[in-house]
C-alpha cells in the first residue's frame, strides 16, 4: 500500500507565500512523475505543477513564475513553493504520484488534499 501525505496549507494574505509538501511512504518501487492539482469550490480539479525523475518541470499557465515545484527523490517527497498568491489560488491542493510499487505495478495514488486559502 501506497500512501501520500501533504502538508503545509494553511490561511495566508494576498502576496504572501505558503510551501507545501507531499511525502510518499509504503510499497513504493520508484516514483516516475509527482505532481500538484487543485480544486477550487464549484470547480474541477487542475494541474498546477508537476515534475520528473530528472527533474523536468511544466506548470500551469496561471502559476508560472510565482509557483515552483521540487523533489526530493531519495526522501520520495514533492514540495510546491507557492510566492505571490492570489485570492484565486484559493482551493484544495492534492499531491499526485506515477509510480512503480516494490511488487512491479504501475499506479497513480492521490494524497488527502490540503487547503490553501488565500485572503484579499
Known amino acids: 500500500q501506497v500512501q501520500l501525505v501533504e502538508s503545509g496549507g494553511g490561511l495566508v494574505q494576498a502576496g504572501g507565500s505558503l510551501r507545501l509538501s507531499c511525502a510518499a511512504s509504503g510499497n513504493i518501487g520508484s516514483i516516475t512523475v509527482m505532481g500538484w492539482y487543485r480544486q477550487a469550490p464549484g470547480k474541477q480539479r487542475e494541474l498546477v505543477a508537476r515534475?520528473?525523475?530528472?527533474?523536468?518541470?511544466n506548470y500551469a499557465d496561471s502559476v508560472k513564475g510565482r509557483f515552483t515545484i521540487s523533489r526530493d527523490n531519495a526522501k520520495n517527497t514533492v514540495y510546491l513553493q507557492m510566492n505571490s498568491l492570489k485570492p484565486e489560488d484559493t482551493a484544495v491542493y492534492y499531491c499526485?504520484?506515477?509510480?512503480?510499487?516494490?511488487?512491479?505495478?504501475?499506479?497513480?495514488?492521490w494524497g488527502q488534499g490540503t487547503q490553501v486559502t488565500v485572503s484579499s
Open positions: 515534475i520528473s525523475t530528472t527533474g523536468r518541470t
Open positions: 499526485n504520484a506515477d509510480l512503480w510499487t516494490a511488487t512491479y505495478a504501475y499506479n497513480n495514488y
